[in-house]
């Protein structure tokens, strides 16, 4: 009677190995500053304009310089209660969409890899990748228009009802790095 391991019904990619094999790298790309979404650059503007009347308001408050005590008192209440405002609105913004102020700060560090197993996204500073894709989930990738250094827009396709994918059976990069490489890396594994 042969005795087999308990994970032997399992499919292919999910059975343990006793040998460890290590993983090929196909892909890497850290596209940086390019990663931050197309209209986080509007965000920017809003902000910067917002922080430019911040700036006046607080010019109006501290200038001329206080002479007495009751200007200090002044100049420090209306700055602290323009502080708490800044925070509140902060706040409200990290309370109401979580999730997209974190993607956009996250977004520069993050680092993209196609491996012979896996597509993973993975930051420097933590040790489990953030997302990760099998490959026997991935169908292939397609590729957009690319600037003369090669970066562009790309789209990684996935099985149909996949939970990652976008309503196309997708998963878009704006401005990826090398993102032919990235394509041809999809069709290696």
């Not at 957009?144 to 939970?163: F, Q, T």
């Not at 990652?164 to 790095?177: E, M, S, V």
């Amino acid at each position: 009677m042969e005795i087999l391991p308990p994970d032997a019904n399992l499919p292919v990619p999910y059975i343990r190995r006793l040998d460890p094999v290590a993983e090929r790298t196909f892909y890497v790309a850290r596209p940086g500053i390019r990663a931050i979404p197309s209209g986080a650059g509007t965000v920017v503007v809003f902000v910067g304009l917002q922080s430019f009347t911040l700036i006046g308001f607080l010019w109006a408050i501290w200038w001329p310089a206080p002479s007495s005590t009751s200007d200090y008192a002044f100049s420090i209440g209306a700055s602290s209660v323009l502080g708490l405002l800044v925070i509140a609105v902060f706040v409200l913004l990290m309370r109401r969409f979580p999730g997209f102020l974190l993607a956009v700060l996250r977004s520069p560090f993050i680092s993209v890899s196609v491996t012979d197993r896996r597509v993973l996204w993975t930051l420097p500073w933590m040790r489990a990748p953030l997302m990760e894709i099998g490959r026997e989930r991935v169908l292939g990738g397609i590729i957009g228009m690319l600037d003369r250094k090669g970066n562009g827009p790309a789209a990684l396709i996935l099985v149909p009802g996949d939970p990652c994918a976008d309503i196309d059976g997708n998963i878009h990069f704006d401005r990826l790095p090398d993102a032919a490489a990235f394509v041809a890396s999809l069709d290696r594994g």
